[in-house]
C-alpha cells in the first residue's frame, strides 16, 4: 500500500505518539487545521502559527513572534514520521486507532493470557489479542483493524504500563 499524505478533517485532532529520540517516551499530542488559528500542542505546551504548504511534506510556519521557519514531514521506512525544522528533528510513532500502527495499553496492568501472536500473522478487526489484568479485573485487548502483527512486545506475566506498546502492525 503506498503511502499518502492526509490532511486533518476536523478542527481538532488529539492522539499519542512515541517520541523515538526521546527515550521513546509516550507524549499527548494535539493539532487544529483551523486555518483562523492553527496549532500544535505537546503535553499541554502550546505553540500558534500561521501555514503555508510550499510543496509535498515541506511547509513555511510563522510564529506569533514573526519568527519564519522552513518544516518537512517525511515517512521512514519503518512507518514513523520524522518532523525536521532547520536543524532539529523529531521522529515519532502515532500510537491510537486512527492510526492503527501500534496498539498501546491504555492503562496499567500486567499480561495476563497473550494470544499465539508472532511476527507476520495476520489478525482480524476485534480479535482478542492479549489479555491485561488490572485491579484483579481482566480486560481483553482487541485488534483496531485487519492487519498483518509486525512484533509483539509484550510476553505472559509482563507488568505494562499507559501507554506501553503491546503490539505493532505492518502499513499494508
Known amino acids: 500500500m503506498a503511502a499518502r499524505e492526509t490532511r486533518l478533517r476536523g478542527p481538532r485532532l ?12 509516550t507524549r499527548e499530542v494535539e493539532i487544529t487545521d483551523d486555518p ?8 499541554g505546551e ?5 501555514v503555508v504548504q510550499t510543496g509535498p511534506g515541506r511547509y513555511s510556519l510563522i510564529g506569533t513572534d ?31 486507532e486512527l492510526t492503527a500502527r501500534a496498539l498501546a495499553a491504555a492503562g496499567k496492568g ?30 481483553e485487548v482487541r485488534a ?12 505472559a506475566g509482563q507488568a505494562v504500563g499507559t501507554g506501553d506498546v503491546l503490539v505493532r502492525f505492518t502499513d499494508e
Open 144 to 155: 483496531p483493524r485487519a492487519g498483518r502483527v509486525r512484533a509483539v512486545d509484550v510476553v
Open 14 to 25: 488529539k492522539f499519542r505518539a512515541r517520541f523515538l529520540e526521546d527515550g521513546e517516551r
Open 66 to 96: 514573526g519568527a519564519q521557519s522552513e518544516a518537512s514531514v517525511k515517512r521512514e521506512p519503518d512507518g514513523s514520521l520524522r518532523v525536521q525544522t532547520g536543524p532539529s528533528a523529531l521522529r515519532f510513532e502515532l500510537l491510537d
Open 110 to 139: 500486567s499480561a495476563r493470557r497473550a494470544a499465539d501472536l508472532a511476527e507476520g500473522d495476520l489478525v482480524e478487526a476485534g480479535q482478542t489479542l492479549l489479555v491485561l489484568e488490572a485491579m484483579k479485573m481482566e480486560n
Open 36 to 43: 483562523r488559528r492553527p496549532y500544535v500542542s505537546l503535553d
Open 46 to 50: 502550546t505553540a500558534t502559527f500561521d
